[in-house]
């Protein structure tokens, strides 16, 4: 009864879609208040059905209901209660509706929060993200029905990819889907606003607050997953340019180089053009994204197994949405005029600067994860196009844009004066070429690329605080009204301070990670001692012992340094009894410094284990780094000036509806 | 300050297509894209096609015959050279195709890979033996020669000892009709 | 090796990446210096039966196998171009996850600094239209100095500077 009821919500939220996505338009059009006031109850209505819908299959999880084939496949009753939920969006069906609730999610939300919109203007975008809907929602009814019954119902699931069951991953499908799915905002706004064919900076003000939230959301969905995979694929590598990981880091790219080209419609009332076109391009990604990983064109290791027959729904629907969105740019785009003078040296020519290296660097990304297909399309070899290819062209593109970051951040707009930015700069400029020398003669002359890491790193954090600290200082008095003043200063500077200084914090634990670790690979037997980075590591042996669900050998290490106890490490070898396969636990002992980075690895002659020991530098650094972004992200959302009723400068308060 | 469709400015000429360039852009990697949708992105095409076999002399099957398989069996005959292992699961359902074959006259050779001698023997006695010759690589090595990357994979050797084709998996009846015998009907002209 | 995909009954299983680094100490060099060129060298090749794992990553039996004959050749005195060039006789250029520089591969290496230079052109373009009007300049910028007071007497907090 729960998986029909579930099917005809779905069905229901397909008919309402197909509703919110004709009417409004419609009605924009005539200028029909009915029909313009069809959208915002239908997106409620369409959210609601949807959450149904995944209630429905969540409920069929919980209860192992087998006759289900989606539960079958992918559940199992001695899974543990979060892993039997965290499983429903473990599969290509489950997912899908995911991400369909979510994209209904994010147009119930405009349609609840989004009273600082024109009523057209929202009607309209509300119809674009209920055309996407439709797609999506039919793509899901007609190939991949997640409530399809089994006759007869068999007594016991097949069980979960067990490297699944794990609460890393189990979080970071959704996060992942609020950014990606997130941006069909972004799309949606563009298309409305080339509909409307009128973009002013308070198109970009109302942009704002739903591309951070995707973009929050984004950075730490690929934060969570990148974090997942150094600490359950075992050697600590963190980021593997493959194309599902690509997929998500696109449309990361061109989110952020949005993010910065909208404050330029904002503020200088240009850049217009460019930003919707970004607008699209973000979202396209989302969905390309979405086709490399469903449709098996690409091999990968996260991919969901192939079924051409869904590659090609998938393929229609990203070629109706971004091919319809795109024609309508080329048509109304060249009409969009705006700004005045436009000068190099200024707040706007840095950000359209770093606009053209985010830019460049998605494209790059594009590139190497299209090129092999295309050179095999037309009849090239076969080609791979690995991590380093991405390393050798990403980075170069990173290193100017790093270097501009401060000083671009400290610009003031329309004119500014290069040298009294670079004044301002000095001592983050000092600190870094210090920190740089100081790594340089440290290590060895060859570490040139670690030099260069932390000295980008450092002066990008330093450069970030430059700007709030020095203002604070500016005023005379003491420490305590400093520290007032500090704490007075406008949101957004803190945003753009504490956000640019998680990048800074990010590079340099990607620089450490990838430059200065340390690894043992050895046959160690009970009673072994070894030594990493000045830590001595004891094999203490290894013993059985039994999860909810599967077997580990379990190998604990002791650590000490010059003889004092630090910490005791436990890594694991999991056999998962149902699906009969293995995975590896590394043991991880974290510090703000370093990581300890144990892997038991398989048994060898004469009770002698095979064992790998990490040493990773300032490995904590790279999440921090993730997460100070995210937060610099979330005090931006709050900043006043973006919140629903925000009284709002009257030159453009063109067409706003009253609060 | 409003950005209305505006007309005030003349447009200059020339940057209509500007605008035009994603679109362009995106039917290009569009049609890459459905076209990559045709093909298989697991398999790995050959580039030992119409080269010469690789050199080899391997070791007889224990218990089966004490001649081996070596570069010159490919000399002047059409053969199929296949690449199984007893604890390969698919080389077993591709099995009869070979049988079939080697019934029809095809010379089918064997390269028996990574294997327990006795296991490779019970798999030929158990499902029949469908190999002129059979070489044992216990280590792998000649099949990565061959530039072997899982089992089984089926090549074709036409008369002068080149390799004509590769199948990877087992060949399905469909294959047989479909690739296989027009090729081998071609090449025994 | 059984190719999965063959025995997959279920079609939508995520592939298996357990276990990814597997250079095991048994098959470890005994010189430092060759040992530290072979994981670099692993490291630019790709695992043929994984998705995309180099061989140092993959456990897979091939990846092994192509790991021996890495140390091996080493050994035996072959450069890393050597060897390169003797895997891609019997697998192809697929086998580097760096592709060589070829008449295949321009596009793809010059790409980015092709987009990243034609974007230059544009914003150059961009910026030169929008600074050589001199007179247009004054004027919107006394326009704007109006807004902008506007704006401070709204109190929006937005920076002057």
């Known amino acids: 009864m729960i998986a029909e009821l579930g099917h005809f919500a779905l069905v229901l939220a397909f008919a309402v879609a197909l509703v919110q996505g004709t009417l409004p338009l419609l009605g924009a059009a005539r200028r029909d208040a009915t029909l313009l006031g069809v959208a915002g109850p239908a997106a409620l209505v369409q959210f609601l059905l949807v959450a149904l819908a995944f209630g429905a299959l969540v409920h069929l999880y919980v209860v192992s209901d087998f006759s289900v084939a989606n539960v079958f496949q992918n559940s199992h009753q001695s899974k543990p209660l979060l892993y039997r939920i965290t499983g429903v969006w473990g599969n290509h069906e489950g997912s899908l509706l995911l991400w369909v609730l979510i994209l209904a999610l994010f147009g119930a939300a405009v349609a609840a929060f989004g009273h600082n919109l024109p009523v057209v203007f929202r009607a309209r975008v509300l119809a674009v993200q209920a055309l996407i809907a439709v797609g999506f929602l039919a793509f899901t009814l007609f190939t991949s029905n997640p409530f399809a019954r089994l006759d007869p119902a068999p007594l016991e699931g097949r069980g979960l990819n067990p490297i699944l069951q794990d609460p890393g991953l189990a979080f970071h499908p959704p996060l992942l889907y609020l950014g990606y799915v997130g941006f069909s905002t972004t799309f949606s706004f563009a298309i409305a606003g080339l509909l409307e064919g009128r973009i002013d900076p308070s198109w970009a003000r109302w942009l704002r607050p739903w591309t951070l939230l995707a973009w929050i959301a984004l950075t730490l969905g690929i934060a969570l997953g990148s974090y997942w995979a150094y600490y359950e694929l075992g050697w600590g590598g963190f980021w593997f340019w493959d194309p599902v990981e690509n997929a998500s880091f696109m449309p990361w790219l061109a989110g952020t180089a949005l993010l910065h080209s909208a404050i330029v419609v904002e503020k200088r009332d240009t850049l217009k053009s460019w930003t919707i076109l970004l607008a699209i391009v973000t979202f396209a990604l989302s969905l390309l994204g979405t086709f490399l990983v469903r449709s098996g064109v690409l091999t990968s290791v996260h991919a969901f197994a192939s079924d051409p027959a869904r590659g090609v729904f998938i393929l229609v629907l990203l070629v109706l949405a971004v091919g319809l969105a795109l024609a309508l740019y080329a048509w109304r785009a060249p009409s969009l005029r705006g700004g005045g003078s436009f000068a190099p040296i200024s707040r706007e020519g840095a950000l359209l600067l770093n606009n053209l290296l985010l830019a460049s660097a998605t494209a790059t990304v594009l590139l190497g994860t299209l090129y092999p297909l295309a050179l095999e399309v037309i009849g090239g070899p076969k080609i791979s196009v690995g991590p380093p290819y991405f390393n050798a062209t990403f980075v170069p593109l990173m290193v100017p844009l790093l270097a501009l970051l401060p000083v671009g951040a400290i610009m003031a707009w329309k004119r500014a004066d290069l040298f009294e930015a670079l004044q301002r700069l000095w001592l983050a400029a000092a600190a870094a070429v210090a920190c740089g020398v100081i790594v340089l003669v440290a290590t060895d002359l060859r570490a040139g690329l670690a030099c260069l890491g932390y000295a980008l790193g450092v002066w990008t954090i330093l450069g970030a605080l430059t700007d709030p600290l020095s203002r604070a200082a500016r005023a005379a008095g003491g420490l305590a009204r400093f520290a007032r003043r500090l704490l007075s200063l406008p949101r957004a500077s803190w945003a753009v301070a504490v956000a640019h200084a998680g990048l800074g914090v990010l590079v340099i634990g990607i620089t450490a990670v990838s430059t200065g670790q340390s690894e043992r690979i050895l046959a160690m037997k009970p009673g072994d001692v070894a030594e990493i980075a000045g830590y001595s590591v004891r094999f203490e042996g290894v013993r059985e012992v039994r999860g909810p669900n599967w077997i580990a050998q379990r190998g604990t290490f002791t650590v000490t340094r010059d003889g004092a106890f630090v910490t005791e490490i436990f890594s694991d070898k999991r056999f998962f009894i149902v699906e009969q396969r293995p995975t590896t636990e590394a043991g991880i002992h974290t510090t703000v410094l370093r990581d300890l980075y144990f892997v038991l690895g398989d048994p060898l002659a004469e009770g002698a284990w095979s064992v790998r020991l990490y040493h990773n530098p300032l490995a904590l650094w790279m999440w921090g780094g993730a997460l100070l972004m995210a937060l610099g992200g979330l005090i931006s959302l709050s900043d006043r000036r973006l919140r629903v009723g925000a009284p709002r400068p009257a030159r453009v308060a063109v067409g706003a509806s009253a609060p | ?189 | 090796m059984i190719r999965a995909r063959l025995l997959l009954a279920v079609p939508l299983l995520l592939l298996a990446l357990s276990a990814r680094a597997v250079t095991g100490p048994d098959e470890m060099l005994a010189d430092p210096e060759l040992e530290a060129r072979a994981r670099a060298l692993g490291k630019e090749l790709r695992c043929l039966v994984c998705q995309n794992q180099s061989i140092d990553d993959s456990d897979a039996p091939l990846a092994r196998d192509l790991r021996r004959i890495v140390r091996e050749q080493l050994v035996a005195g072959a450069s890393e171009a050597e060897i390169k060039r003797f895997l891609v006789e019997r697998y192809g250029e697929f086998v580097l996850l760096k592709p060589p520089v070829s008449p295949a591969t321009w596009l793809l290496w010059a790409g980015p600094f092709l987009m990243a230079a034609a974007g230059a052109a544009l914003v150059w373009t961009f910026v030169r239209a929008r600074s050589v009007r001199p007179e247009e300049v004054t004027e919107l910028t006394a326009e704007e100095r109006q807004a902008l007071e506007r704006l401070l007497e709204g109190g929006s907090g937005e920076r002057t500077r």
């Open chain 2, 1 to 189: 300050m409003s950005a209305r469709l505006d007309t005030g400015r003349p447009q200059r000429l020339g940057r209509g297509w500007l605008y035009l360039l994603p679109v362009l852009l995106f039917a290009a990697i569009g049609v890459v894209l459905a076209l990559g949708l045709e093909r298989d992105a697991r398999t790995l095409p050959s580039v030992l096609i119409d080269k010469p076999a690789p050199e080899f002399a391997l070791p007889p099957l224990p218990g089966r015959d004490d001649r081996g398989f070596t570069r010159a069996d490919l000399n002047g005959q059409v053969a199929l050279v296949n690449i199984f292992a007893s604890w390969c699961v698919p080389c077993r359902i591709e099995h009869p195709v070979l049988e079939q074959l080697a019934r029809e006259g095809v010379v089918v050779h064997a390269i028996n890979y990574k294997d327990d001698p006795r296991d490779a023997l019970a798999f030929l006695r158990t499902l029949g033996d469908p190999f002129a010759r059979v070489g044992m690589d216990r280590e792998g090595r000649a099949a990565i020669d061959w530039g072997v990357y899982g089992v089984p994979e089926t090549f074709v050797i036409d008369r002068e000892g080149r390799i004509r084709y590769r199948h990877v998996g087992p060949i399905q009846p469909r294959d047989l009709e479909r690739t296989l015998r027009p090729l081998l009907a071609k090449l025994a002209q």
